[in-house]
Every structure is written in structure tokens, then in C-alpha cells.
């Protein structure tokens, strides 16, 4: 069965395919290979150390053995090689030709105290670049990073293939999937977020919290079979280990936050957090007018403490950590006056909305877990999960609102209304609670077979329960016309479970070629399913180019029905939904690579994702309506480009470009775009100092992407038809740092600094559009009423790190 790929005017879609293309070394001749091995000051073998050699033109990397070879032109007598690792020290080497043995040995410098962390973060970086579909950046380059509130979620809006076009909200979409499609991890702990959040403005703070971050990675497409059962995307963090006793504070006009940790000994310590964002300031400026109260405060706090073993041992301990957070977030707004001007220079209306009643919403979350973990010896890890979530969620709507739509040409226009071609009213009601419980226990296991095979299996017991009381309505008065929509008066209890294991191969059959297989199963009590998803990954890093790393994978993504899912338009449950199904394909190269002296990497990749059962849903501002059927199918094809590295010595800065499309075909309706077809997206986060003085810092966050999908409500053979307007914005930074103590104390670690910061959020004032409200004139026309975003705001702010 063929697919529409080119059903309207797009062909965008494969454009970046060309950039895959690209000029590989060329072979050489005349060249002698020089074998050699990395050790560190203790004699252990040091793996995935990057190698450069300095006066020719080669590169090299290790191998889990510490083992390299580099070609070299035989017209050299002496040879010169850099070495990269984290905390190296006087790591360059130059040999003479007549020295050369079979066995030559390197040895490097590290830090005692952190050599096994400088291992596992060489090694996780390795890891990576041998996924397809994954990326990592340093998110403690990211903290200072303008956005609004700090959310650490404006961060992922920039990695490749996810697209965010609200600044008010946390939720984002990967490679056309739904915002309830991707996974998010903090510790292997698997997070969750509320449920009735409808409107950015009302949601509060995202579960991570970027003083916490330690590393991130994050993979749009094609991951392994050890992650759980969503089909968009996964978050994979850490939480960071404490190495000192310090923190900061930090105060703004949106908020703030306080961050402590303590390192208790050698084994272990604990980092606790606390944020609070207020939003008034900032919702004074969109086009509705009224008295806003939203207060949105975090809590979270993360252990660590070695049990047994010694405090640096990496072969035989026992670790402990836990993970805790509470977040309240309270909504209030009793909105009074709403005035939009749209239209077209022919044609310009004016939208004048008058409101009386108020909305309160109140989402209380609660998440925590445990952790065990459990290295039996140098070949066999274990880790132990045990985790819940907790949700009490309010939503109370009690407001009546008055609209006139009224064309302003002419010059007999009073109070912009020349004359008045439309009006009516609308009656929102809603007494809505949902309280949610999920309990969740992992068990993950890791086995290394010998130097060319490893193994990695394990299960995961999930159960959910909700209570969901449901009371709304929508009276609309229109001309002459009355109507009740959307009326729902439902009241739904469930309980159900999954059951999930998996078991992956990791093997390495010649130097540079990995290949992962996997298998996945899922049992979903509610829906009696058992699944099966087969996945592959192959890496294979070029042997005389170890700075490429050609990627590829292909696999059965599942996602059992959340309780979201479930729930009908009209209010009722379909306890019966099937799990919706998707196989992904992508392909691509990983490449690292010097320029101006500095490292850099590039990853493109194309991909296309084949989905079944799909359930529709359209979005109202942000809250997913979904229709609660598995009626359609469809297609995401696409293809991304992440550039990252050191524009400026001592930063990490990165650009994103994708382009995709989406479409579901629904049974008696066809093809239709679905409501995250977003054509085209770019990304950019940089940062720089004024020359000469590096205290002084800017931050620059900017963010395109072309207009989402839309069309006029009940109308489903029209269904997503309309294009709506591009989201363009531009946040910058500016902070100016002072040193209390040693200047070179504070290059090392940021302590005992202030940061006094100016933001400048939509720099450039931009009236994005988050959604549109649909009214009608007296003859029966409709029109699509913008609803914007947040316009340019001033932000100041000042940290205190000590």
C-alpha cells in the first residue's frame, strides 16, 4: 500500500537526505600502521580515548581495551599524537620511528579521585554515538540558558526533532508523535506529569530540574528494547552526584529557586531543590486582560550513598539512591476584557470579548523511587527499582463571556467598530477531579560475555489506578442560535497493570561494527494484548575514519493505552482500546571532528515511522482531545541535523534542522494531516563572552517552526486543512559574573560567583499564536480568532553560587 507522500505540495520532507551524502576520506596509500595502547597511572586500560595526530593527518580512538592504530606516511621519522579524555593531564606524545615496539604504551595523568567517573562518561559518550537516533548534550552548560521561568524543557524544544511552540508549556512533540508519547527517565526512574493541564499558562513547573542535571541523553527514534513502551521519544537523565557542599540561590521577576548539596564522605551525599514561578507579570501582556494568580512551586531532593565495597571500587559494591519530589501548582484567573485586531489590509476586524467568573485549577503531583544497585563483580551489574506517582488534580470553571466582532474600515469607526457584523456569548462550566496512582518495580540486569559480547535483560511491572470525575458544559449563543456543547457528566474508576520484559545481545564481531538486537514483550491487563517488539541497532565507525560513526536502526515500538487515551470525546471510556503501534526506520552518521582548533560533532539521520491503531485526538491550546477509538493509521517521515561543539573555547552551543511530515488516514474521511504536522523547525542555543573579558556573558535562545495545523471545529472532512502562523522566537541573556573568592577557583567550579543577569524574552516581540477561537458573523461566516502568547518582557535576575 503506497503512501501519500507527496498528496499536497511538501517534497521538504527528504531534502536533508542529501546531506547524508557527504565527502568521507579518501583511502591512502604509502602509509605504515602504528599499533599502540592507553593506559592510565595504575596500569588499567583507558577506552574511547580520541587521538590526534598533530603533524599529519590522522585520528584514532581506543577500544574497550584500551587498544588504537593509526596509519602513518612512511616518509615520517617521528610522530606526534594529542590525546582527549576528561581530567587528562600533559597528554601529548611524540615517538621516533626507530623506537616503535609492538606493544607501545601511552600512560595518562588522571585524577585519582574521579577516575571512575571520567571511565563511565567516556564510556556513556561512546555508548551514544553507536545509538542511532540519540544525542547528548552538557546540561550544566544549559542553566543559565533565557526562557521562561527557567523551564528545563525549553532546552529539549532545541535537540533535533522535537518541536515546543509555546513558551508557557513543558510539553513538546518528537518527529510528529503526540505530546503523551515520550518517555522521560531521571535515574531510571520513569516520570510522569499532570493530566487536565489545558492552557500553558496553567501548567507549572516540568518534572527536571536543571541544577540537578548531571548528564542527558536523548533519542527521537529507534532506541533499545531496555526502554519502556512509548513510541515518540526518550529522556534519559541523571541526576547529578554530589562533590562538594555548596549550592545557589537565585531570584527573579518570574520566580525563583534555591539549590544545596552536600557531600557527606567518599561514599556518598545528598542535593536537595526548591523553585517557585509566578507568571502574573508575565500574563499581564497577553490579549486577555484580567487578574491573574498562578503560583508554581517544586520540591525535589536526590541521595547517594555507597552501601558496601570501597568508596572507588568498580568492580564489587552496592549503591543506594532515592529520588523524591513534590510539586503544587495553583491557577487562578478572573479574566475582564479581551481586544484582538486580525485580518488583512482589505479587511481588518476587531475582536472586543467582555468576561465575568473566574477559573481555579490545581494540580499536587507527587513522584519518588528507589534504587538499588548492584555490582556482583567486573562482569555483572544489577539495579532494583521500586517507584510511584501521585496526582490530585481540580479543575473549577465558572465563566460566561460577551464577544462583538466588528469591521473597523472606514472613518466613522467608534471605539474601532465601524460596524458590528457579529456577536454572541459563551457559558463554560466545569467541576472536574482526577485523582491518579501509579506504582511501578524494574528490575535491569547487565552481563558482560566476554570482550566481544555482552548481555543486558530485565522486566517491569507497571499498575495504574484513577478516579475521574467529570462535569463540564459549553453554552453557546450565536445570532439566533443556542446550543449546549460538549456536555459531559461522567464518573470513571479503573485499575489495570502491564507487565513488560526484554532481552538484548550487544555484539561486536569485527573492530568498529557493533550490532544490538533485542526483544521486548508487553502484557496489558486492561486490553488482554501480549506484544512483541523486535528491535535493531548497527553501528559501524570507519576504521580508517574512526571520526565517522555510520548509524542505523529499525524496530516494533508499542504503547499501551494511558488512561487519557481511553476517555471518549463525550465523556466515556473505552475500556477495550488497543495499544497503538509503530515500527521506526532511520539511518545516519555520527561525526566528530576539529575546527578552529576546537571539537565538534555532527549528527544527521533520516527516518520514517509506520504507525497502526492509531487513536486521533486534536489539541485544544495543549490538552489532547483524543476521540478514544483506534481508527486510523498513518505515516512520520523526516530528516534531522544536530551540529554541537565549542563555538567559543569552554562552551558547548548547537544548532537543530529538521523537517517531516505526518499524516493518518481515518476510514469514510482519507488522508489529514495530523494536528504535530509541523513542516519545518530550526533550533539554536549559543553562548559567548565580550572579547577579553570572560566574565561578561551572553546567552541567545531562538526557536522557528512553521505553522501547525488547524481547521474550523466539527467539521472532519476539513479536519487539519488550515495552516496556521510560523512560531518565531528569540530569548536572550546577558549576565555579567563576579568573583568573590579566587578567580581561578571560580573557573574551576562557579563557586562563591555572583551572576547578576538581564533577560530579554521575545526579544523581538513576536505575536505567536498558540490556538484559535472559531466565531461566526450575523450571515453565518466564521472566523478564526488568534489567541496569542507572551509579548517582549524584561526579566531581572541574580544568582549567588557559594
Known amino acids: 500500500m503506497s503512501l501519500p507522500f507527496f498528496k499536497r505540495p511538501n517534497g521538504l520532507v527528504f531534502v536533508l537526505t542529501f546531506l547524508l551524502i557527504l565527502s568521507f576520506p579518501s583511502l591512502t596509500f604509502g602509509q605504515e600502521m602504528f599499533k599502540g595502547k592507553v593506559m592510565d597511572q595504575e596500569g588499567g586500560a583507558l577506552p574511547w580515548v580520541q587521538i590526534k595526530a598533530m603533524n599529519f593527518k590522522g585520528l584514532a580512538q581506543t577500544d574497550s581495551l584500551g587498544r588504537f592504530s593509526i596509519q602513518v606516511p612512511d616518509e615520517l621519522s617521528v610522530i606526534k599524537l594529542q590525546f582527549y579524555y576528561l581530567n587528562v593531564k600533559d597528554a601529548t606524545f611524540s615517538v621516533a620511528r626507530d623506537d616503535w615496539s609492538k606493544n607501545q604504551s601511552f600512560t595518562l595523568q588522571l585524577e585519582t579521585k574521579q577516575l571512575e567517573d571520567v571511565r563511565i562518561d567516556a564510556q556513556k559518550w561512546e555508548e551514544v554515538r553507536q545509538q542511532a537516533g540519540a544525542v547528548t548534550i552538557d546540561a550544566r552548560q544549559t542553566v543559565n540558558m533565557p526562557s521562561v521561568g527557567g523551564e528545563f524543557n525549553q532546552v529539549i524544544a532545541l535537540l533535533p526533532g522535537v518541536s515546543s511552540n509555546s513558551e508557557l508549556s513543558s510539553s513538546y512533540s518528537v518527529r510528529g508523535g503526540s505530546f503523551d508519547e515520550n518517555l522521560v527517565y531521571v535515574n531510571n526512574i520513569p516520570i510522569y506529569r499532570p493530566m487536565l493541564a489545558s492552557q500553558g499558562q496553567q501548567e507549572g513547573l516540568s518534572f527536571?530540574?536543571?541544577?540537578?542535571?548531571?548528564?542527558?541523553?536523548?533519542?527521537?527514534?529507534?532506541?533499545?528494547?531496555?526502554?519502556?513502551?512509548?513510541?515518540?521519544?526518550?529522556?534519559?537523565?541523571?541526576?547529578?552526584?554530589?562533590?562538594?557542599?555548596?549550592?545557589?540561590?537565585e531570584l527573579g521577576l518570574l520566580g525563583g529557586n534555591a539549590f544545596f548539596e552536600q557531600k557527606i564522605n567518599d561514599r556518598g551525599g545528598w542535593i536537595v531543590s526548591a523553585r517557585h514561578k509566578r507568571t502574573d507579570y508575565l500574563l499581564g501582556g497577553l490579549d486577555t486582560q484580567g487578574e491573574y494568580r498562578p503560583r508554581f512551586t517544586d520540591v525535589q531532593a536526590f541521595g547517594h550513598y555507597r552501601l558496601s565495597g570501597d568508596a572507588h571500587a568498580t568492580d564489587r559494591y552496592t549503591d543506594l539512591e532515592v529520588l523524591m519530589g513534590y510539586a503544587n501548582n495553583q491557577y487562578s484567573v478572573a479574566p475582564t476584557t479581551k481586544r484582538t485586531s486580525f485580518g488583512t489590509l482589505d479587511q481588518m476586524f476587531n475582536f472586543l470579548v467582555a468576561?465575568?467568573?473566574?477559573?481555579?485549577?490545581?494540580?499536587?503531583?507527587?513522584?519518588?523511587?528507589?534504587?538499588?544497585?548492584?555490582?556482583?563483580?567486573?562482569?555483572?551489574?544489577?539495579e532494583f527499582i521500586a517507584s510511584g506517582f501521585l496526582t490530585r488534580e481540580r479543575e473549577y470553571v465558572n465563566l460566561q463571556s460577551y464577544y462583538r466582532l466588528c469591521d473597523v474600515a472606514g472613518d466613522n469607526s467608534i471605539n474601532g467598530c465601524a460596524t458590528q457584523v457579529g456577536a454572541g456569548s459563551d457559558f463554560n462550566y466545569a467541576r472536574n477531579a482526577l485523582a491518579g496512582e501509579v506504582a511501578n518495580l524494574q528490575s535491569h540486569h547487565a552481563v558482560e560475555l566476554n570482550d566481544k559480547n555482552s548481555l543486558t535483560f530485565g522486566m517491569e511491572w507497571s499498575g495504574q489506578a484513577f478516579d475521574d470525575r467529570v462535569d463540564e458544559y459549553q453554552i453557546t449563543q450565536q445570532a439566533d442560535s443556542l446550543a449546549i456543547n460538549d456536555k459531559i457528566?461522567?464518573?470513571?474508576?479503573?485499575?489495570?497493570?502491564?507487565?513488560?520484559?526484554?532481552?538484548?545481545?550487544?555484539?561486536?564481531?569485527?573492530?568498529?561494527?557493533?550490532?544490538?538486537?533485542?526483544?521486548?514483550?508487553?502484557?496489558?491487563?486492561?486490553?488482554?494484548?501480549?506484544?512483541?517488539?523486535?528491535?535493531?541497532?548497527?553501528?559501524?565507525?570507519?576504521?580508517?575514519?574512526?571520526?565517522?560513526?555510520?548509524?542505523?536502526?529499525?524496530?516494533?515500538?508499542?504503547?499501551?493505552?494511558?488512561?487519557?487515551?481511553?476517555?471518549?470525546?463525550?465523556?466515556?471510556?473505552?475500556?477495550?482500546?488497543?495499544?497503538?503501534?509503530?515500527?521506526?526506520?532511520?539511518?545516519?552518521?555520527?561525526?566528530?571532528?576539529?575546527?578552529?582548533?576546537?571539537?565538534?560533532?555532527?549528527?544527521?539521520?533520516?527516518?520514517?515511522?509506520?504507525?497502526?491503531?492509531?487513536?486521533?485526538?486534536?489539541?485544544?491550546?495543549?490538552?489532547?482531545?483524543?476521540?478514544?477509538?483506534?481508527?486510523?493509521?498513518?505515516?512520520?517521515?523526516?530528516?534531522?541535523?544536530?551540529?554541537?561543539?565549542?563555538f567559543i573555547p569552554g562552551t558547548q552551543s548547537w544548532v537543530s534542522l529538521g523537517v517531516l511530515q505526518t499524516e493518518e488516514k481515518i476510514p469514510e474521511i482519507g488522508w489529514q494531516a495530523r494536528p504535530t504536522d509541523q513542516r519545518f523547525r530550526f533550533g539554536m542555543f549559543f553562548q559567548d563572552h565580550l572579547p577579553n573579558i570572560p566574565t561578561a556573558r551572553v546567552f541567545v535562545r531562538y526557536f522557528y517552526g512553521s505553522g501547525l495545523p488547524f481547521s474550523p471545529p466539527n467539521n472532519l472532512e476539513n479536519?487539519?486543512?488550515?495552516?496556521?502562523?510560523?512560531?518565531?522566537?528569540?530569548?536572550?541573556?546577558?549576565?555579567?559574573?563576579?568573583?568573590?573568592?579566587?578567580?581561578?577557583?571560580?573557573?574551576?567550579?562557579?563557586?562563591?560567583?555572583?551572576?547578576?543577569?538581564?533577560?530579554?524574552?521575545n526579544a523581538f516581540g513576536i505575536d505567536n499564536v498558540i490556538s484559535y477561537n472559531w466565531v461566526s458573523t450575523n450571515d453565518g461566516t466564521q472566523f478564526a480568532v488568534p489567541n496569542t502568547l507572551t509579548t517582549r518582557f524584561w526579566n531581572i535576575k541574580i544568582k549567588y553560587n557559594f
Do not use: C
Open 719 to 761: 479536519r487539519n486543512s488550515l495552516e496556521g502562523r510560523p512560531y518565531n522566537r528569540v530569548d536572550l541573556g546577558f549576565y555579567k559574573v563576579f568573583h568573590l573568592g579566587s578567580e581561578k577557583a571560580a573557573e574551576k567550579d562557579d563557586s562563591n560567583t555572583i551572576w547578576l543577569g538581564l533577560e530579554v524574552l
Open 489 to 646: 457528566d461522567e464518573h470513571h474508576v479503573i485499575h489495570k497493570f502491564t507487565l513488560s520484559t526484554y532481552l538484548q545481545h550487544r555484539w561486536t564481531p569485527t573492530e568498529g561494527l557493533v550490532l544490538t538486537t533485542g526483544l521486548r514483550s508487553i502484557y496489558v491487563q486492561q486490553s488482554g494484548e501480549l506484544l512483541w517488539n523486535p528491535r535493531l541497532q548497527a553501528s559501524y565507525q570507519l576504521p580508517a575514519a574512526p571520526e565517522w560513526v555510520l548509524r542505523f536502526s529499525t524496530g516494533k515500538y508499542d504503547q499501551p493505552a494511558f488512561y487519557r487515551e481511553m476517555r471518549r470525546l463525550d465523556g466515556s471510556l473505552n475500556r477495550n482500546l488497543l495499544s497503538q503501534k509503530s515500527w521506526h526506520t532511520l539511518a545516519g552518521f555520527d561525526h566528530v571532528f576539529d575546527m578552529w582548533d576546537r571539537p565538534f560533532k555532527l549528527v544527521s539521520e533520516v527516518w520514517f515511522k509506520y504507525m497502526t491503531d492509531l487513536v486521533p485526538y486534536d489539541i485544544d491550546n495543549v490538552r489532547l482531545r483524543y476521540w478514544g477509538e483506534n481508527q486510523s493509521w498513518g505515516y512520520a517521515a523526516g530528516a534531522d541535523v544536530f551540529l554541537s561543539g565549542e
Open 208 to 249: 527536571v530540574n536543571a541544577d540537578m542535571v548531571g548528564d542527558l541523553t536523548f533519542s527521537a527514534g529507534g532506541w533499545q528494547s531496555r526502554y519502556g513502551d512509548k513510541m515518540a521519544s526518550v529522556l534519559d537523565i541523571s541526576y547529578r552526584q554530589p562533590k562538594r557542599t555548596g549550592g545557589s540561590v
Open 355 to 382: 468576561f465575568d467568573g473566574r477559573e481555579q485549577m490545581t494540580y499536587s503531583t507527587f513522584q519518588t523511587g528507589l534504587r538499588l544497585i548492584r555490582q556482583w563483580n567486573s562482569k555483572w551489574r544489577s
